[in-house]
């Protein structure tokens, strides 16, 4: 064999010595890759299992509930539900349920069928069902694992935004709370004792007592209270007070302020007062009031370290038993705040009139003995608001 053969077998063998390598490389790898992917596979599964995130409604042992198949997370909508909560059938008792807001391309009698059977399959039990041939508003309910119904809430329907037109479902939740959570002794904010007070969108009819404040109603006029009109620190803007007319009422008095650039500002009404509470076993602020815009960089007081803003607000000053000033105030907004101020905020219908009762200031810690002042107003940017009746009852 010569040496030119010698050299052609040697480079043969060279070959396929390399072909064999690559050849257990290769399944030594894939080996490698099968066994890291069965790790994978087991780890996951071990956090469905245990350890893992579940969601808030699996920690409540009803089982989860997936958003509408297809659908279309729209945060400006989302965020901008206030615009346009009033064109759903949302019942009043629901108005202030915190919604998560999707877009589908299906129109909402086939939400509203895929829902009903959806929820069934999942085995909740429907509590509340109102059709129309504008959506639907459903409300399941299920036992949760410490003996209570959570509520799953679905309204769907058709809403213009601007120059469009969408069909969204909204779904919320309501979940009440446990009797096992032990005492709170977290240190409460001044006027917490009391709550709220309540919010109604059908006339409740005044509450029973003597109205305290002297003046005529706001269909009358406003000649004996007096203007608060604050412009903006860096922008005078327009703040103006007036008159309006009204179908139900006659008359009611409109607060509004433009600015441009956006800066804070006030446009309100207010009366000095000389109320003595002693002879009351119960004193609340009756208003009735309708929110028609409203803009801010703190509506709701989601920033308890500015002054708190909305178009429509309600402040009493008043002097309690050791004699010092102090101050109660609730305030109304429509917009889709997910983390207001729950003590002195109430969440409206945009446009829609709301009737108010506050609870009983005299269970105040700091307890009014005499009211000195009484304060209705529109705060922020920019701000349309209405006041139809204000008054302070004593019982």
């Known amino acids: 064999m010569d040496n030119k053969n010698k050299f052609l077998y040697f480079v043969i063998l060279l070959f396929l010595l390399f072909i064999v390598f690559v050849f257990f490389s290769c ?57 346009f909560r009033n064109q759903l059938d949302i019942p009043s008792e629901f108005i202030n349920v915190l919604y998560i807001v999707v877009v589908i391309k299906d129109s909402p009698a086939e939400a509203i069928s895929y829902y009903n059977a959806y929820m069934q399959k999942l085995e909740w039990k429907k509590d509340l069902d109102i059709t ?62 009391i709550g709220t007070g309540s919010i109604y969108f059908k006339n409740p009819s005044t509450p029973e007592g003597e109205g305290l404040l002297l003046t005529k109603p706001f269909s009358m006029g406003i000649k004996e209270w007096k203007l608060w009109l604050q412009e903006g620190s860096k922008t005078k803007g327009t703040n103006t007070v007036e008159l309006k007319d009204d179908p139900v009422f006659e008359k009611v008095v409109e607060f509004y302020r433009t600015s441009d650039p956006d800066d804070g500002g006030a446009a309100g009404i207010y009366q000095k007062t000389d109320i003595e509470l002693k002879k009351y076993s119960a004193c609340k602020v009756w208003l009735v009031g309708k929110v028609l815009s409203e803009k801010g960089g703190n509506i709701a007081n989601v920033n308890p370290s500015f002054f708190p803003e909305g178009a429509v607000n309600v402040r009493i000053k008043y002097l309690d038993e050791d004699n010092s000033e102090r101050e109660w105030y609730h305030s109304f907004f429509y917009s889709n705040i997910i983390y207001y101020d729950k003590l002195h905020y109430s969440l409206v219908v945009k446009g829609e009139q709301f009737w108010y009762i506050s609870p009983d200031l005299l269970g105040l810690n700091e307890k009014p003995v005499k009211i000195t002042e009484i304060l209705v107003y529109g705060f922020g940017w920019d701000f349309t608001g209405q006041v139809a009746e204000v008054n302070i009852i004593g019982s």
């Open 27 to 83: 399944e030594s790898f894939k080996d490698d890759i099968d066994e890291n992917l069965n790790i994978q596979n087991t780890e996951l599964e071990s956090k469905k299992t245990s350890g893992g995130v579940i969601s808030l409604l699996d920690s409540l042992g009803v089982g989860d509930v997936s958003l509408y198949p297809g659908y279309v997370y729209d945060r400006e909508l989302d965020k901008q539900l206030g615009e």
């Open 132 to 193: 129309s041939d504008n959506g639907g508003f459903m409300v399941w309910k299920k036992t949760s694992n410490y003996g209570k119904d959570v509520s799953y809430i679905i309204s769907t329907g058709e809403i213009q935004y601007g120059d469009r037109v969408e069909v969204v479902v909204l779904t919320g939740l309501i979940i009440p709370e446990r009797d096992d959570v032990g005492d709170y002794t977290e240190t409460t904010m001044e006027g917490s004792e």
